[in-house]
């Protein structure tokens, strides 16, 4: 397969494994993005976020401490601070997302990475 597929991925998380399994399975050898070692920055947050046609709080994981900690159901937080935010604390973004060109997918559940391929 010549298009690149780039999966952010955390090897801590099964879904985000089962995902990757999923895609070599399908013959893809996606560019893999340890986003937790490698945190994407704003500009990459905000056009990921573009590609999923999302808002930064939707693709926030809640039942993180830092997502009650930092108070981010506040709706006076902008956008781009809660962009800013994501990228300071990673674990904060949904897993996986799988990249293709130029669209994304989430992989909850990890069949529907397919979509894109």
Do not use: F, W
Not at 8 to 30: I, M
């Amino acid at each position: 397969m010549t298009d690149t597929v780039t999966i952010y991925h955390n090897p801590q998380c099964s879904k985000s494994r089962q995902t990757l399994e999923l895609l070599e399975g399908e013959g893809v050898v996606p560019k893999v993005v340890k986003y937790l070692e490698a945190p994407p920055d704003a500009a990459t947050l905000n056009s990921l976020l573009n590609m999923l046609n999302l808002e930064p709080r939707e693709l926030m994981r809640k039942g993180e401490a830092e997502y009650t900690d930092l108070n981010l159901s506040n709706p006076a937080l902008s956008r781009e601070q809660l962009i800013v935010i994501m990228v300071e604390y990673p674990r904060l973004i949904e897993r996986p997302i799988v990249v293709k060109d130029g669209k994304a997918i989430i992989g909850r559940p990890p069949e529907k990475v397919l979509e894109l391929l």
